[in-house]
C-alpha cells in the first residue's frame, strides 16, 4: 500500500473523488438528459477545480483531450477500465487506458473496477495484478479500487456482508484505496472499514437523492471511519454543484454534520 | 483526441471520407454486381482523387497493392479491422492490419470497428485501446472509430439513444472522429453531436438510395453540427460517382441544401 | 500485394503447386492406400523436379527431413498451417510452422489455409495477419492463401459466390495468390478471377478424377483468366505422375486444350 | 526441488506456517466475527514473531503494507495466488503477485493454490510452471504447492487416494513442498508422505477445532513423515494463539505427543 | 527431422525408453500400490541405468531433484507436458516445463504428448510448435511424440489406420520420433512405420501383461520395422526389472525372439 497522505487523492487523509465516466458506463441519454451541457467535459472540469474536490475520475479520452488545460487545477485519478451497459454478459470491465498512457498523460493516480463475484473475477485480478505492480513499481503511483461484488450468485450486493468482503479484497490483493456502495447503515459501513485495515474506504456516491439524505449518508460514512466519498451524479446532475461541494466540503473535511452543513 | 484540424482526415474541420471494404465485409456479389469494374481498386483509388474526397478507407491488401501508385493524390485511411458476413457469431471484426504497418505504406489515419452491445465488446475495446495508443503515443496518427452498437439485446441500433451512445463510446475511449448510422432525424443527429463534445461525428453512408434522399441526410447532419461523411455504395455503386461528389463537396464544404447541390 | 512474376512460385505468371500435406490432414490410410510408396515424402520431391512443377507445398517435418537434398532443384512453398479430420470441431486450422523458421529452411513463399464461416474465423484472421506482416516486412516472401470458405452457415462452399467472395477476402486481408475450389464453370471461375483484381487465382486439384474431367477443368481456369493450378492427389495417385504433369504443363503454361493435351 | 533445509520455510527440516488470506478466500465476516482485532495485519504479523512460527503465508496486499515493519523478525512465504468464494465457476484461483514482485519485497519463498480436477487444471500447472521456473532459476526461491484436488468428478477429496495423488503432483511437476488437507488417519498420510518421496508434505490447518483433536491430527502428521503444518484459523481465532503455538513448537519441533504438549 | 543415430536417444538406431509419469498420469495409489518402493524416483534411475535403457523419461520436478546424481549414467528425455487423471475434460496435457529449463538440467531430447481428435488438438499443435522449434533451432534437441489420437469422435484409438495416422502426424509436424500404441497386429504396425516414412517408431508398453505376451508385442514391433520401445508399468511393477531388461535388451537390439530372451 502507497500511503495516501503524500498523494494527491486524499488532503488530510480525507477524499472528494469527483467521477465522470456515466457516458460510458450508463450513455448520455440515461443520465445526462437533465444536464444536457455537462456532455461537454469542461463543465466537469470547471467544477473539480472547486477546493473540495481532491480529484476528477475521468476516461482516457477525456482526459487526452481536457486535462491538460486544466492540469494545474485539477489532480487527475486515472479511471482505466470501462464498459458500456449495452454489454449482456457476466459483469467485465476492460482495460482501456495503460498504466504507462496514463502516467505520460499526468495522472496522480489509477482506478480500476473489479467485480468480485463474476465470471470473469479471475481474470479482473489478473489485470489488477498488472495494472497494480506497474502503478506501484515504475510510478509509486496510488492504485484506486472500485470494489462491486457484482454476478450470478449475488442477490444483494449492498449487504454488510458483501461490501466488507469488498474493502478486504481490496486490501488483500493491494489496492491503496477502495470505493465501495454504501451498505446502509453506520455500523455496517464500520465493519467494511475495520475489514480494510489501514487501507482508506470511500463510499460510491450512486443515483441522485435529495441533499439531506445524501448528505446524511456521507456524515454516515465519516462518522464510521471511511475517509470520504466518489462521487458523480449526486454534484453534477444538481443545478448548482458549487453549494453542495460545499456542504460535501465541510461534512468531508471539516466533521461537520449534514444538518449543519446544508 | 488529436485535433483533425492539422490532418488529413479533413479540410475545413471537415470530412468526406470514400470507403471501399465491402468485398470483405459484404462479398463481391452481394455489393458489386451492379458495378464489376468497381471490383478493380485502380478504380475507387481514380474516385478518390476528386477533390471532395479527403481520405480513402480501404483493407491492408488493397492499400499494400494500389496506395503507392496514388500516395501523391489520396489520403489513406487505413482500415485495421474487418470480417465477412459468412460468419454467424455474436459480432466481433478481427484486426487484420497492425498500426505499425499501416504507418509504414504511409497512412494518413487509422480505422477500426466496435461493436457495443456484442458479446466481443470487452475484446474490442481492449484491441481498441492497443491501436490507439500506438497511434497516438508512436505515430501521433488519428483513430477514426466505426461506432455501430451491435450484438444481442439489442433491438433497434439507429435510435436516437444508441447512436447518442455511440459518439460518447468513442470519445470517452479515446476515438478521434466517430463514423455513426444516421439516427433518423436532424434532431437525433444533434443529440449525438452533442455527446461527443468537441469530437468530430460523421455520418455512415449505408446503402444506395436516391440523389436526393441521399444528400438530404447529409444536409440534416452538417446541419446537426455534424463533420461529414463516410461514405461508399451511395458514391461507387452510381453510373456517375463523379456527379454525386460534386453534389457532396457542395452540401458538405459548401453548406448547401441537398436542393441546391442537384 | 508481392508481385508473384519475380518470385520462385510462378513461371511466366503462372502457376503449377505441387501438394502434398494430405497424410495430416486426411491420414495415411484415406489417401496413400493405392499408392502407399508415395508415403515416402522424396517420391513426391522427385516428381515436384518436372519442369511443369512451379513448387512444392508441404509441412514443416516433410521440409525439414527431406528439402535439403533438394533445394537446387525444388522450389518451396511452405504450408504453415495444418490439422486433422480427427478434429469434429468448428474448421480451424493451427499455425504449426512460423514464418521465420521457414524462411530458415529456404522457403520460397509461405501458404496458410483460412476457413470464413467458421465460428474460428476472426483467429484464423488474426493468425494471418501476422504470417502476412512478418512474411512481408521481414522476408518479402509471397503468401498464398487456401481461401475455404466452411463451417456453420455455408451449404455449399463452391457455389459462385463464395468462391468470388473466397478470392476477394485473399486479396483483401493482403495475400499475394489464393487457392480456391473451383466453382463448377468457367463463367463462375471468371467472375473469382475479377473479384480477386490483380491477385493470382489458383485452382484447388481436389480429389481424383479422370484425366479428360481433369485436365478439362484446369483448361477453364486458364480460360477464365485462373494463373493456374495447386495439385496433390491427382497427380501422385496416379500411375504415372510424369504424364498428367506433362499434359499439364501443355495446358498451364503453352494455352493447350484438354484435347490437345492428352 | 530446492532442498528446504536452508530455507526460512523450515527449522530442523521442519515447518509451521501461520497462514492469514481468509479475508480473500472466505471474506471477514465468515472468519473473523469472533476475532475482530485479528482484521488488523499488525496482530498477525506479532503472532508470527512466535518462536515456533517458521513463516507467514499472506497475500501481496498484506505484505506489500505490513511486511517491512516485521522483515528482521518474520520470514514471508509469499501467496500468489487467491480468489473470493463469491465466484461460483468451477475452481482456478488467478495469480495476483508475480514471483519478480514477491522477490523485490523480501519473499522467502512463494506459494500456489493447485486444483487438480477442475476445469481449470491445465491452466493452473500452466501458471505454475511459470511460476515454478522463475522462483527456480532466478531467485532460488523455494516453491510450495497448496495442493487442493477439486471440481467436478471428485466425490471425496481427503480420500487417501486423493491426498496421496496430491502430494505426488507436487513432486512431478515441481514443487518444494506440498501442503495438502488431512487425510483422516496416520497411515493414510504416511502413504501421501510416501507418495512426495524426498519433497516435505505438511497438513492444513482447516477450520477451528479443539485444542487436543487438532493437536492429535499434528502429532498424527508428524508420525507418518510428515514435515509440519500450516495453520490459520486454529491459531487466530484462539483466545490465545501462544498457548497453542507453544503448544505447536512440542509436537512439531520436539516429538511431543498431544497430551504431553498440552 | 534431427537424425536419431547421433543422440542418446537410441543406440544402434534402437531405442529402449524407461518411462515413469505415472504418479502425475494416473495416481501413486493406482500404479504404485503393488510396488510402493518405486515410489521412490531413485528406485528408478538405479533401473536405468542398465545397459539395455537408452533414455529415462520423467516429468520436470523429478529430474530436477533426481538427475544431477545420474547424469552421469543415465540419459535424461524431458517429458515437457503432462496432467492428473482427475480432469474430465476433452484429452489436453498442459505444458509443465520449457524446453530452456529442460536444457539447463541437462536434458538430452523432450517429449511431449499430443492428443489428435481432441476438441484440444489445435491447441497442443501450436504448443508442439513452439516445443519443436525452441528445441530444433536452439539447442538441436530431438523431440519426440506420444501421439495419441484420442477425444470425441474416436471409438477404437488402436485401430489400424489411427495408429498409422499417429505416426504420419509425428512426421509432419515436426517430431523426431513418435510412441504409438501397439496396433494390435505385425502388419499394422508396419504400416503406421511405412507412414512415418524414415522417422523412427517406437511402441508405447501400456499396462502390465505376462513376460512372453509383452516380448512378443516388441517383437513384432521389431519385425515390423519399429524402432524399440518406451516402457513403464511392464519393466517397474515387475519384481524384477532387471531379468525383462535383461530379454529386451535381447529382443530389440540384438533380434532375439520372445522365446529366446526369456
Known sequence: MIPLTDSQVTRDGKALILAMDHGLEHGPS??????????NPEKIF??????????????????????????DD??????????????????YSPQNWTVDYAAELG????????????????????????????AHREYDMPVVMWSYPRGQGLKNDTKESVIAYATRIALEIGADMAKVKYPGTRESMEWAVKSAADMPVVMSGGSKTSDYEFLSSVEAVMDAGGSGL????????????ERILDALEKVIFEGATADEAL
Open 74 to 91: 485539477v489532480n487527475l485519478l486515472a479511471k482505466l477500465n470501462g464498459t458500456s451497459n449495452l454489454w449482456t454478459g457476466e459483469p
Open 230 to 241: 466518489a462521487v458523480g451524479r449526486n454534484v453534477w446532475q444538481r443545478d448548482d454543484p
Open 46 to 71: 470547471e467544477t473539480a477545480t472547486h477546493d473540495a474536490v481532491t480529484c476528477l475520475a475521468v476516461q482516457k479520452g477525456i482526459a487526452e483531450t481536457y486535462y491538460p488545460s486544466y492540469d
Open 107 to 134: 495522472a496522480d493516480a489509477v482506478g480500476y473496477t473489479v467485480y468480485s463475484g463474476s465470471n470473469h473475477e479471475c481474470d479482473m485480478y489478473e489485470d489488477f495484478r498488472d495494472i497494480q505492480e506497474r
Open 30 to 39: 440515461a443520465d445526462f438528459g437533465s444536464v444536457p451541457d455537462t456532455l
